[in-house]
């Protein structure tokens, strides 16, 4: 899965990434892969996965999807 | 022991070519601690109702703002302002850079300009040496040439210079001021205004230091050093810093709110070859900043490509690229890049400038406006050379540019039909890039704002639609209780929006840049109160600071109830409330009763009339500025 962490959302990741790729065996909750990403879901505002925008709570993501994340300053 | 003022304003009469001293005292300065408060409350004393904005009886006030010079991050900026020849209204600009605080060390808090030069002259300060210069030989030069030679006549390169380009000698309606060829006074045409005074710049040096005016300097300078370190652990801060302003693009069209195609649309299909990546790759040259500003927000450009781009000129922010980008349908950031300069060389306002632009392209795809007016070429949606030729003719009134630079108001009177429809204006001022139909309380901002339509006179709708975001929890400090949606336009929207919009007039009366204080940025509400008393000695809360920026919006708008505005003037183009043709947010406009019915909640909240939306004389001497009521009769 890629992963674009838009706005200042990459400032959470520890080596500051825009985009990631991220390897999923199997189908996961996107908030429990922010999780573990350390990105704090009360910063995310917008989601978009696959060109369309979607809510952060109960959204399955999968390898192959491309999945932007943008927070309320400049995306909201 | 100072209180943060150096208690001095310059007089500058251009008429008779004299200058002097005119002094206040901190009582004075406690109800107007500068910036908007300070210019509203000269302008009210100095300017009679009805003048010509262009005559020699409007007067141009440039001053500080209480914090502005100090040691802090983001205390930067001083205000311009005037009658603004593009709305006839209330017209004021703030700008960071380096001017500001070079004036105050200089030992100045303003400038107050009055009359008209007989012909071209410059102001030249160095600390209380204070001469009127000829300017002739400067006059049409471009700022980069002459700010060369206004430095080279001071005998010091550490001269900061104020100017005008042709823009402004040629009296484009949204001219603005320049200062270190990059920080601008962009909005409300005040480039127009000094141009009508045949005041080509000002050169500045001081060689004070701001401890001299501070009440506690040590206090200060530990405040400013704390915040400083801080810059990279806050994200905002941090992200202003990595990308600037231009990484606001892809977010703002994933959300469907970046205005495309004069409004039409909320979304670009070619987002991506104009996005913070490309523009880094592409354009950027160097990251640079304002005085003593850690956060270094500010891009620097250079392009040697598609198209030459000078980087003395600074490089595009986010409403440039939005504004010449999608609002004109064009994908090439280097041609948006080669706008964003010549803006520089002619001292035109971006936002102002790219919505004409954007304005003459929807006129020219109606049939409003003929290729015979245009030499030909084909003023089309995404021509990225129609979009720099349009820019030229405005600087020089040339051909039907003459017409555009009068602003999108007017020319749409001029042309008639649908043009007026597609002027994207309020009060006269053109909107800048950002959507109210998908941040409805940024739309309350356009519509009463004194200036006319303004993206910063209060914090957006999406920093307190969240509970656990970080800019929710900042705005909670300033009374925000309950968390809101983005587009739910409602009086309890109307109290919020109030309560910031109080709280960024705070920031433009004492100097501090939007990007400084929370929420929009790293500066935490305790920590501006204890600047503002640390800088004056003054026993504020955050309760008395909001009051504060409430007392200058209120100035302001009697300066209009005088110059005849009333409701109906507070109003948004019609197209906001039609639904967007694309993006995220397609088929979403604005509700035209919802929008009355929170307009009118928001005079109540304010304490001002709703049917004339004039300040209420209680709500006036509550302000502390009771004698302004007097001027309403
Ligand atoms: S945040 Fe940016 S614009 Fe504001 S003062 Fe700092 S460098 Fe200047």
């Known amino acids: 899965m890629r992963l674009h962490l838009g706005g200042h959302l990459n400032w959470y990741d520890p080596r500051k990434r825009a985009w990631l790729e991220v390897p999923l065996a199997a189908p996961v909750l996107l908030s429990a892969l922010l999780q573990q990403l350390h990105v704090p879901p009360g910063e995310v505002a917008i989601v978009v996965i696959n060109g369309r925008l979607a809510q952060l709570e109960a959204v399955m993501v999968e390898d192959g999807d491309r999945v932007e994340l943008y927070p309320a300053i400049g995306g909201g | 022991m100072g209180y943060g003022s150096t208690g001095k304003l310059l ?36 300017i009679a109702p009805h003048v010509d904005p262009l005559g020699p009886e409007n007067v141009l006030v440039l001053v500080n703002g209480l914090i502005t010079g100090a040691p802090i991050s983001t205390a930067t900026r001083f205000t311009a302002a005037a009658r603004s020849p593009l709305t006839g209204a209330y017209g004021e600009s703030e700008a960071g850079g380096f001017w500001g ?20 002259v410059y102001l030249a300060i160095k600390n209380d040496q204070v001469e009127i210069r000829d300017a002739r030989h400067l006059w049409g030069l471009e700022p980069e040439q002459a700010q060369a030679a206004m430095r080279e006549e001071m005998g010091d390169r550490l001269t900061r210079v104020l100017q005008i380009g042709i823009g402004g000698e040629n009296k484009v309606r949204f001219a603005a001021l320049i200062n270190d060829l990059r920080h601008f006074n962009g909005r409300s045409g005040m480039g127009a205004v000094m141009g009508s005074k045949n005041l080509k710049g000002i050169a500045v040096r001081g060689t004070g230091k701001y401890s001299d005016y501070a009440h506690d300097p040590q206090a200060v300078a530990e405040i400013g050093r704390r915040i400083a370190k801080r810059v990279k652990e806050h994200p905002q801060s941090w992200d202003l810093q990595e990308k600037g302003t231009p990484g606001l693009v892809s977010g703002l069209n994933a959300g469907g709110i970046l205005p495309t195609r004069n409004f039409r649309q909320g979304a670009f299909e070619r987002v991506d070859n104009i996005k913070w990546e490309v523009y880094e790759k592409e354009l950027l040259s160097a990251r640079r900043s304002c005085y003593a500003c850690a956060i270094r927000c500010k891009r620097e450009v250079k392009v040697d490509d598609r198209y030459q781009v000078s980087d003395a000129y600074g490089g595009p922010e986010y409403e440039t ?22 803006c520089g060389r002619y001292t035109l306002d971006s936002i102002s400038t790219s919505a004409v632009v954007a304005f003459a392209m929807e006129c020219f795809e109606h049939g409003l406006i003929t290729p015979e007016q245009t030499n030909g070429a084909e003023w089309r949606f995404g021509n990225a050379e129609a979009m720099l030729q349009i820019v030229d003719w405005i600087a020089h009134r040339r051909g039907i540019g003459d017409l555009l630079a009068e602003g999108s108001l007017r020319a749409a009177e001029v042309i008639g039909g649908d043009a007026r429809y597609f002027a994207m204006h309020v009060k006269g001022q053109e909107l800048p890039m ?49 968390p809101l949606p983005p587009r739910e336009l409602s009086p309890r929207k109307a109290e919020a929006y109030a309560r910031l919009e109080n709280w960024s007039s705070f920031g433009k009366v004492v100097g501090f840049c939007y990007f400084g204080p929370a929420p929009r940025s790293l500066i935490q509400v305790d920590e501006v109160v204890e600047a503002v008393r640390a800088a004056s000695g003054w026993d504020f809360d955050k309760e008395e600071l909001l009051r504060i920026g409430e007392r200058a919006t209120n100035l302001a708008r009697v300066f209009n109830v005088r110059e005849g505005f009333s409701r109906q003037d507070d109003t948004l183009p019609d197209r906001l409330f039609q639904p967007l043709e694309s993006g995220a947010l397609a ?28 300040p209420t004389r209680e709500r006036l001497e509550a302000l502390n500025i009771g004698w302004a009521a007097d001027l309403m009769v």
């Open chain 2, 11 to 46: 007089r500058v009469d251009l008429t008779r070519g004299v200058t002097s001293v005119e002094r206040f005292d901190e009582a004075f300065y406690r109800v107007y601690p500068g910036g908007k408060a300070l210019a509203a409350y000269l302008l009210l004393r100095e």
């Open chain 2, 101 to 120: 605080p070079e004036l105050k060390l200089a030992g100045w808090e303003g400038i107050i300009l009055t009359g008209r030069a007989a012909h071209p």
């Open chain 2, 321 to 342: 690229i939005g504004g010449f980008g999608p609002n004109c349908g064009i994908d090439d950031l280097q041609a948006i890049a080669k706008a964003n300069e010549l």
């Open chain 2, 434 to 482: 950002h959507e109210p139909r998908g941040k409805v309380g940024v739309g309350l901002g356009y519509a009463v704002n004194e200036g006319g339509a303004d993206h910063l006179v209060a914090y957006h709708d999406p920093m307190y639609a969240n509970p656990a975001s970080i800019t929710f929890k900042a705005a909670a400090e300033l009374g925000i209780t309950e």
């Open chain 2, 587 to 614: 088929g979403v406009g604005m509700s035209r009763e919802e929008f009355e019915t929170a307009l009118t909640a928001l005079y109540r909240v304010k304490g001002w009339d709703p049917e004339t939306a004039r």
